[in-house]
């Protein structure tokens, strides 16, 4: 049977990171994956959440499974962080998923067994794993128009032009914040418009929020997603707790369905412990569990937030220093866009040749794309990929 199996294709940014261990250049930069690395290269458990799980380990108790839609503690404390109190609490339907991915997964499911038809809009680019799994359950993903190849800002006007296609029932997915791969975001008077639109189409926003606190603060980031939530008849929203609790691997996210309607919550929930059923039965328990721990207690949710604000604030100089470097290099503000792009990650507008040359030639690891991780770079090696890019021709 396996020989009726065809390569699948591979993932860009997990191909570069395969690359990236195998070169044996000691001053090599890795740009690639987006998990954050401390100016030591390091991604570090973050202090509350070791202290939760020392506390976890004199606590657990049992091993049994939880229930479906995993701790209704863990939805409770997340819908928390993430909403605010947008909504209603009985007007949210909420499941644990494995990570981000697993509640992206999970919401293009839900979507096409409620409306087989419906197309999802995503930005061009979006993520390419958004892409790869809408192929791969057969849902159309039609592009709209997003980054601006120029400003390496957000093209609005051509998106909103693009959005005038989409038809009722259809999903438009947005990035919550901190877009991935670009770093150029909407603002709030430019999402509003955008929610107006979807509202008059008879669209359902679907928001991917995967790295709250990573732009300009736990709050403002999750505006735009409050926004749509409050406003729009249903929502879906997948967010991750991969990033800014820093547990990657536990694979630890929630997938919310919002309506305004509360009495279709019960019909929602089911449907996503249904999912949850079909997939994997019980969602891991243990990121989840910290998360929780985290967010219910006060000094560990003081202490998360702090150092969650130290890593926002390390990206962000580290912005800044790289659009100033640029700008002496190149004597032209031509780069000035990378300290207004927000979150992990920034789209250089680089070519191909240059991405390729800097990794042949300087040992710096980026995506094809020209996206790099700021988080890769500390106040030494700023300098260092700057002036390559210049080298290479950017
Ligand atoms: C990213 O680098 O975009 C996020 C991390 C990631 C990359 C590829 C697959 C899963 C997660």
């Not at 993520?127 to 709209?144: D, F, M, Q, R, T």
């Not at 969650?308 to 031509?334: G, P, W, Y």
């Not at 240059?354 to 980026?366: C, N, P, Q, S």
């Not at 794309?369 to 080298?391: F, M, Q, W, Y």
């Amino acid at each position: 049977m396996f020989e009726q199996l065809k390569e699948p294709s591979a993932d860009k940014i997990l191909m570069l990171m395969q690359l990236y261990r195998e070169d044996p250049r000691e001053q090599k930069i890795d740009l690639g994956v987006g998990v954050y690395k401390n100016p030591e290269g390091v991604t570090p458990i973050m202090r509350a959440i070791k202290a939760a799980e020392q506390k976890w380990w004199g606590e657990e108790t049992t091993k049994a499974y939880t229930g479906l839609a995993g701790d209704p503690a863990f939805s409770d404390a997340m819908i928390g962080l993430v909403l605010g109190d947008a909504v209603p609490r009985e007007n949210v339907a909420a499941v644990a998923t494995p990570g981000g991915t697993g509640a992206v997964r999970q919401a293009f499911e839900l979507v096409r067994m409620a409306t087989p038809k419906a197309r999802v809009h995503v930005s061009n680019p979006t993520w390419p794993n958004h892409l790869s799994i809408l192929k791969h359950l057969g849902i159309e993903a039609v592009p709209y128009r997003y980054f601006d190849e120029t400003t390496c800002g957000v093209d609005f006007a051509g998106m909103m032009e693009d959005l005038e296609k989409v038809e009722e029932g259809d999903v438009v997915l947005l990035h919550g914040c901190c877009h991935n791969p670009t770093g150029a975001n909407l603002n709030l008077t430019e999402f509003k418009a955008v929610i107006e639109l979807m509202i008059a189409k008879g669209a359902l926003p679907m928001i991917d929020i995967a790295y709250q606190g990573f732009g300009d603060g736990l709050d403002v980031d999750a505006l735009a997603t409050r926004e749509v939530a409050s406003a729009c008849p249903e929502t879906l929203i997948a967010a991750s707790c991969s990033k800014n609790f820093g547990i990657y691997r536990e694979r630890t996210g929630l997938l919310m369905a919002i309506s305004q309607d509360s009495s279709k919550q019960k019909v929602a929930q089911g449907n996503l412990a249904y999912l949850n059923r079909q997939n994997y039965s019980f969602p891991p328990d243990h990121g989840a569990r910290l998360v929780t721990l985290v967010l219910n207690d006060d000094k560990l949710r003081a202490d998360w937030q702090s150092e969650l604000e130290d890593v926002r604030l390390n990206m962000l100089s580290l912005r800044e220093q790289l659009a100033s470097e640029m700008q002496r290099l190149t004597k032209s503000d031509r780069y000035g866009f990378i300290a207004q792009h927000r979150g992990m990650f920034s789209r250089l507008g680089l070519s191909t040749e240059i991405v390729e040359a800097l990794r042949k030639d300087h040992g710096i690891y980026m995506v094809g794309d020209s996206r790099i991780n700021i988080a890769g770079l500390n106040k030494e090696t700023v300098p260092v990929l700057a002036k390559a890019i210049v080298e290479a021709g950017g």
